[in-house]
């Protein structure tokens, strides 16, 4: 009988502990895999007061060539990892794709935001005739962005089939880099191939790049930049943002009822991206050597690798409680919070961008919903932020909300528990196989930082472009042998 209980007690209790000793495992295998990879700050050499500095050196402004990262990240935002402007070299192909990014991006602050609220009520109509629904948030916001970007590349009103290419494409491209899905490479080829038709019929109003010399490289770069990055990145932004609201029903009353308090509610989004900032780890290689005095120095060809959440964490009184308030009395430009990056070294090309959209979008969901969440919140949002809508003309008495909330705990606690196992079964295959691939360091052998061919580089294996992979049963990759930390 004890034997019983005890088992019994075990399998109950299961989701409090398993999944963190599965994390744990993942950490301790990929770390025993992979060997030391760079040198993260802030540490105890470069504490939080040099942060800053250190990452806006301009000796820290390599990004792929020379590190073990750059193979996993280039596998996982395969096809054309080499032209993705987060990826690429300093010189003059990045500073080109860069200012064409930046004129794509441009445009009127009411211009952006009536464009953002137009693809927002688009979407939001879809979800049916006002009875309360669960969703992903991750989920319902994606959409919403590839019918956003889809109008800042191609200036025109996002079709249906565009819009489900460029969804498969970003979900797919997330999945994998949180581990919960292997990835399917014709998922995104299908994309690939819709913007080389476009392409070919002289239909993107843009003048691209010269330094992208071929089609699959202008493809790749629209692909990569607008329909990868900039999907993923604008949806995990408003799950987190709308995650912290539905948890916090107090502070959501408050924005509802002052849809114009920008004030506000720049403070509770400031507040979100310190404590959930989108970015984990950005890496950056020297290009020469660093010395920042006080005998602290790095040699040419050190990865460093700066840790957001560290960062975020520091300067500030209860770093670990939401506090939006807390931005009354601070300054974000003195602040310990880099949401964008840095200005001096590859920032966000959407810094400028992204809060207008993101205010947008928020209202239109707080004018239509009251939302409702009791699941976990963290950086990596693995779940997609599971919530409640509930149209604010139909609300539903407190008691089915109570036992819809109940429910939302406890489902999230037993999918953490599968979803580990998952993570650790998947990323262990995709690091091994980016290992065996090695497709930025293949990449290196045989161009220059510009993508130029070397001379000297042997050919090419046949049927092994970059990003290339093998795949599994389902659609996923091929194990081989690895490179890089898990995500998170």
Known sequence: MIKRIAAVAVALSTPYWLPKAVIGLRVKVFAQVNGPEGVV????????????????????????????????????LAPGPEVHQEHLEPGPRYDAVARTTSAILAGGSAELSAAATRCAAAVLDELGDGEATLVRLRDLMMPVWAEFFYGLVFREPCPPLARRLIVDNAEDVINSLKNTRLRHMDRRARLTRYLLRRLAAGEVPHELPAELTTPRDR?????GAFFNTAVVQMSEAMAHLLLVLAARPDLQRRLAEHPDDDHGLGNVMNETLRMY???????????????????????????????????????????ERFDPDRWDH??????????????????????????????????????????HSSVSHTRSIPHRAPCL????????????IAAVLAFLRLRDRWEDVGRSLLQFGFGSWMVLDARRARPAERYFERHDTQGRALESAAPMRPGCPVGAHRTAPGGGTGPGPAAGPPPD
């Open 219 to 223: 493809a790749h770069y629209l692909q």
């Open 389 to 400: 809508l509930v149209p604010r003309d139909r609300p539903l008495p407190r008691h089915r």
């Open 330 to 371: 601070l300054s974000v430009k003195d602040a310990h919070h880099i949401p964008f990056g840095v200005a001096a070294n590859r920032p966000c090309p959407a810094w400028r961008l992204a809060p207008l959209a993101m205010r947008a979008v928020t209202r239109e969901v707080l004018r239509r919903f009251t939302l």
């Open 277 to 319: 900032p989108l970015f984990g780890i950005a890496h950056r290689i020297t290009s020469e050597d660093i010395d920042l005095g006080d005998g602290i120095g790095y040699p040419a060809g050190t990865v460093l690798c700066f840790d957001y959440p560290a960062y975020h964490a520091t300067g500030y009184t209860d770093p």
């Open 41 to 76: 700050v802030p540490d105890e050499r470069v504490g939080p007061d040099r942060f800053a500095e250190l990452y806006a050196h301009p000796a820290a402004d390599g990004r792929s060539r020379g590190a073990g990262l750059s193979d996993l990240f280039w596998y996982w």
